[in-house]
């Protein structure tokens, strides 16, 4: 492990280093039954957050140094509205023009960061394109018994340059191909018409809907839930 939490985890009896740098379903599967039979913390999950590559755009495992650039990149008015972080438009506007105050203090978002760097449910990453801070993805809620997570992402006003389908997947290929996962899910609102139909193009499947999820202006907004499973990963993959 290279991550603050190695030192925690070895003292909890956590040893990712005995595994496999890449780990099939298979093998992950069986390190989480015995370890949960010996009542051992499961080794499969997020302990290395590794940098992620591919061309110019680069994953880069998020700290605290990166919370004053996200802060502002954050609160760009679509990605506010289209993740419903603000429910608003007109407020979303104030706070992408600065007429208003951000809610979140810097140093908050610092520590919420610096937690988020040494957690094992989640890898956060910064999405940089040529060096510059575009964005960010996440792989969170992990459970370790059914080896499946859910993914969260955005990307401050760099639309059509297919910066974020080259993300999803390489934070997929870490979630599918070297911690060994059988599950992603995400979530889409229907007013983002444009993230979900390339979500759909990159192999996730529609499972459900949730109707008027969210509130926003007057009206209200359904959430779609996807998800990717590992044999539909490797089909695509495999290509």
């Known amino acids: 492990m290279t991550r603050q939490a190695a030192a925690d985890g070895a003292r909890r009896g956590v040893e990712a280093s005995d595994l496999p740098a890449e780990i099939t ?18 080794r499969i999950g997020f302990y290395e957050v590794p940098v992620l590559r591919e061309g110019g755009l680069t994953l880069v495992p998020a700290t605290g140094e990166h ?5 502002t990149l954050m609160h760009d008015r679509d990605v506010m509205l289209l993740t419903g ?22 140093a908050q978002l610092e520590e919420i960061y610096e937690d988020w760097s040494i957690a094992e449910d989640r890898a956060v990453w910064v999405i940089q394109e ?14 370790h018994k059914n080896l499946a997570c859910g993914m969260r992402l955005w990307i401050a006003g760099e639309t059509d340059r297919g910066l974020g389908p080259r993300a999803i997947e390489l934070a997929l290929a870490h979630a599918f191909d ?14 983002n018409p444009r993230a979900k139909h390339v979500y759909e193009k990159l192999g ?36």
Request: no cysteine; aromatic share 4%; charged share 35%.
């Open 67 to 71: 919370a004053e650039v996200l802060r």
């Open 25 to 42: 379903q298979e093998q992950a599967q069986a390190v989480i039954d015995a370890d949960l039979k010996t009542g051992r913390t499961p």
């Open 130 to 143: 040529r060096g510059r801070v575009v964005g960010e993805i996440l792989l969170l809620d992990l459970d």
């Open 178 to 191: 070297t911690v060994g996962l059988h599950r992603v899910a995400l979530e889409v609102y229907d007013h």
């Open 204 to 239: 996730f499947v529609l499972e459900g809907t949730l109707r008027d999820s969210l509130r926003l202006d007057e009206g209200w907004v359904d959430l779609h839930m996807m998800s990717m499973l590992r044999p539909e990963w490797e089909a695509r993959r495999d290509r």
């Open 85 to 106: 972080s603000i429910q608003n438009s007109a407020r979303a506007d104030r706070l992408a023009n600065g007429e208003e105050e951000k809610e979140i203090a810097p």
